[in-house]
């Protein structure tokens, strides 16, 4: 396995850590990963760090809030952005990259972007005032045995499961299901949009093909809830991991298109538009 789009249909959360400790040359690979220079579709820039665990006192862990259903990890990879236009979707789209070339190199991980205590990561990380960590990810070998909480976890968020085709991919308008089979080319790369990992497994993305003006259409269904909890951000996080997904397996397949944001769309009231792939001329 060396294309990220195999590694798309391999990753799966992983919160439960095996003890034995990342080798050293997947390590090295790890940091020049990590270390490389990022950039999103929407020209934001974020930076990613990775933060050693080895020198936490089982107190200081405790008080990590959320991650109390991660056993075990030792290394995180912390992701810091500068607030700006699609700085979010932008912070998705390149932590998911890396995400993925950490799954090509055996390791396991999970977003993890709900309320918690910010604190202790922001300062491992040398965060800057003005600057945003929305996530954290821990890194390393899922252990052999998943504990209760995140057997607990996956069930009540019902990761093993994708909402099907007909609910989230639409041809022309919202009320025609695109089927499978009239997708094209693109079938691959839908299919693979819709492996994406969301916060709480919401899979807020909608897309809708116009086939003749050789465009998908990206849409997000956004949870109240979120918005009332004022962590909508994390949808917008869910949006770039959802186009990173839909890019690399067109990209790997020779399929040639760009992103942008199209002036005129049509205002819906339950989905907000937000970006669109336009295929190249010549594909
Ligand atoms: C932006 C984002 C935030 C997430 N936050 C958390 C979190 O705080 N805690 C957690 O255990 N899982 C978190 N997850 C993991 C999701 O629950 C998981 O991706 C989803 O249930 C699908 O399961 P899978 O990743 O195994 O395919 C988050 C995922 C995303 C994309």
Redesign the pocket.
């Given at each position: 396995m060396d294309k990220l789009s195999e590694a798309i249909k391999k990753r799966?959360?992983c919160?439960t850590y095996s003890d034995k400790p990342i080798e050293e040359n997947i390590r090295r690979q790890l940091e020049a990963i990590v270390k490389a220079a990022h950039e999103g579709p929407f020209g934001n820039r974020p930076k990613f760090k990775l933060l050693s665990m080895e020198t936490v006192t089982p107190a200081q862990w405790k008080k990590m809030g959320?991650y109390g259903?991660i056993k075990g990890a030792r290394i995180f990879l912390a992701g810091i952005i500068r607030p700006g236009h699609m700085a979010m979707t932008d912070y998705g789209y390149c932590k998911e990259k890396i995400i993925l070339q950490a799954t090509l190199l055996g390791l396991g991980t999970?977003?993890?972007?709900?309320t918690f205590q910010s604190d202790f990561f922001a300062q491992a990380a040398g965060l800057q005032p003005g600057a945003l960590m929305p996530?954290v990810t821990p890194l390393g070998y899922p252990a052999s045995q998943k504990s209760l909480t995140e057997k607990l976890?996956r069930r009540f968020?019902g990761?093993d499961q994708r909402k099907p085709w007909k609910d989230i991919f639409f041809a022309d308008d919202f009320s025609r299901p695109l089927p499978e089979n009239a997708a094209g080319r693109y079938r691959a790369a839908l299919e693979n949009l819709r492996l994406a990992?969301?916060?709480?497994?919401k899979q807020p993305w909608r897309v809708l093909y116009n086939a003749e003006k050789k465009v998908f259409h990206f849409f997000l269904e956004r949870s109240q809830q979120y918005k009332m909890m004022g962590i909508a951000h994390?949808q917008d996080?869910?949006l770039g991991?959802a186009m990173s997904h839909f890019e690399i397996t067109a990209r790997e397949m020779g399929l040639k298109g760009s992103w942008s944001i199209k002036k005129d769309m049509p205002q819906e009231k339950m989905r907000e538009y937000m970006v669109s792939w336009q295929e190249a001329e010549k594909n």
């Open positions: 799966v959360s919160r959320t259903v999970c977003w993890l972007g709900g996530t976890m968020a990761s990992p969301s916060a709480s497994n994390l996080i869910d991991i």
